[in-house]
């Protein structure tokens, strides 16, 4: 008579729960209770004395497992030997107190008195007033920016929506691949997008790392492979140098000031490779005159864009060039200022009477159900069509990998490649230019 363990599930791959059995003809019990503790049901199945089975039981995971199922059992063979009832609402209470007192263990140096622990929907608010007021920084130690807290606070409000469909209240143990499924569908019926769905689920899926490192949650299901943010390609367009040509010199003059305001901010952008974050709010306070340096005579001075960019705190110094002078010298190193939804509308239009209008093939996805899609390519003209813009053409003109990483910032050519747009022909027209192999 003693607690045992198993799976309840016919599959051999993936994760599945831990039950915990407790039978006992003599005193009339026979329960069956979920632990909330999920293992590798191929790790499971192992022979417990095999090498492999004990590598798993000694790694992180492992023993986070195992070390709580042997508690429980303890728990629960301690009153069986005594001779006491246990009834299924004894056996969830030593779950729960048994997960919990691990985590507050680990948040208070192994000292549980005085520790209350703070349920996943209360610790979620904590940690958007966190991003809000600084007190809760990046991954780079940087106070987080206004879009990473608008499409934090846009996810929570799609799982407080999702807990109400539910009529429940999830918690930590609760996140799990069922979840997730589950999740991803409600997101779906809503009519998001795969991309939508995956930054909501990157932004659960963040909030969940916090809430481990700050020792409050135990449960890892988050880290299964399969709870992933999906993305596909919906905004992949980037103008060419003819496009950016005829874009800068199209006939604005029956319209409003605004449209040549936003077609000479989108420039910017273009020139400088920056979030809109950053290049629609340059001014004369990030000119900077830099002598060129030139060897055996007093160089020559030119003028770089000095930034800080607001989403990572990198710095940047880009080169001006004369074209990109002529528009902020229009603007006395002043641009206008925009808001975004009103500049990707005033853009989108320049774009059409620009003629950029040749036909662009998407996928979109609405409610789980993918369909192409035929657009003229101004229709998916926007702010962040510069950054891609520049950083294509920088690459075309055969600007080297790692000097276009200085200027738009990234940590890595990987990253870059998103932004480098250029199809298999442009690539060949560089290769052909830059190279007399092919002569």
């Not at 999702?162 to 997730?180: C, E, P, V």
């Not at 853009?347 to 998407?362: F, Q, T």
Request: with cysteine; charged share 25%.
């Amino acid at each position: 008579m003693s607690a045992t363990f198993e799976l309840r599930t016919t599959k051999k791959s993936g994760y599945s729960t831990v039950f915990v059995r407790i039978q006992s003809p003599r005193l009339g019990i026979n329960i069956r209770q979920s632990t909330h503790l999920k293992v590798p049901v191929r790790k499971w199945l192992l022979p417990t004395d095999s090498v492999a089975r004990r590598h798993y039981a000694e790694s992180a995971e492992g023993y986070n497992v195992f070390s709580k199922l042997e508690r429980i059992r303890r728990e629960i063979n301690i009153r069986l030997a005594a001779g006491i009832h246990v009834t299924p609402d004894d056996v969830r209470l030593i779950v729960a107190s048994t997960v919990l007192e691990t985590d507050i263990s680990r948040l208070n140096g192994g000292r549980t008195s005085g520790i209350r622990p703070i349920p996943l929907n209360e610790y979620i608010e904590q940690y958007i007033t966190g991003m809000e007021n600084g007190t809760r920084l990046s991954i780079h130690g940087k106070r987080f920016a206004k879009g990473s807290v608008d499409a934090t606070r846009q996810a929570v409000k799609q799982f407080r929506n999702y807990q109400a469909s539910k009529q429940t209240m999830l918690d930590y143990q609760d996140i799990d691949m069922k979840f997730y499924n589950d999740f991803v569908s409600y997101l779906q019926s809503r009519n998001y997008s795969i991309n939508s769905t995956g930054k909501c689920i990157n932004c659960i899926k963040n909030i969940l790392r916090a809430a481990e490192s700050d020792g409050y949650n135990g449960f890892t299901y988050y880290r299964d492979h399969r709870f992933k943010a999906y993305s596909v390609n919906v905004d992949s367009i980037y103008l060419t140098r003819e496009e950016i040509d005829r874009f800068m010199s199209v006939d604005l003059g029956n319209r409003r000031k605004c449209y040549e305001h936003a077609r000479d901010i989108f420039y910017v952008g273009v020139c400088t490779a920056q979030r809109v974050s950053d290049y629609a709010n340059i001014s004369s306070r990030n000119m900077r005159k830099v002598n060129s340096g030139d060897k055996g005579k007093k160089g020559r001075e030119f003028i770089t864009i000095e930034i800080i960019q607001k989403k990572t705190g990198n710095k940047v110094s880009i080169p001006v060039s004369a074209s990109l002078d002529r528009v902020l010298q229009k603007y006395g190193w002043e641009l206008p200022h925009i808001p975004e939804s009103r500049l990707n509308k005033y853009i989108k239009e320049v774009g059409r009477l620009a003629g950029i209008d040749s036909p662009v093939e998407i996928v979109r996805t609405n409610g789980g159900v993918s369909t192409k899609e035929s657009l003229k390519k101004y229709e998916l003209i926007c702010t962040h069509t510069a950054r891609r813009t520049g950083a294509t053409l920088m690459y075309l003109s055969g600007m080297d990998i790692y000097d276009i990483m200085k200027i738009t910032g990234h940590t890595s050519p990987a990253i870059l490649k998103k932004y480098i747009k250029a199809n298999d022909l442009d690539v060949a027209r560089k290769i052909k230019s830059k190279y007399d192999y092919f002569d």
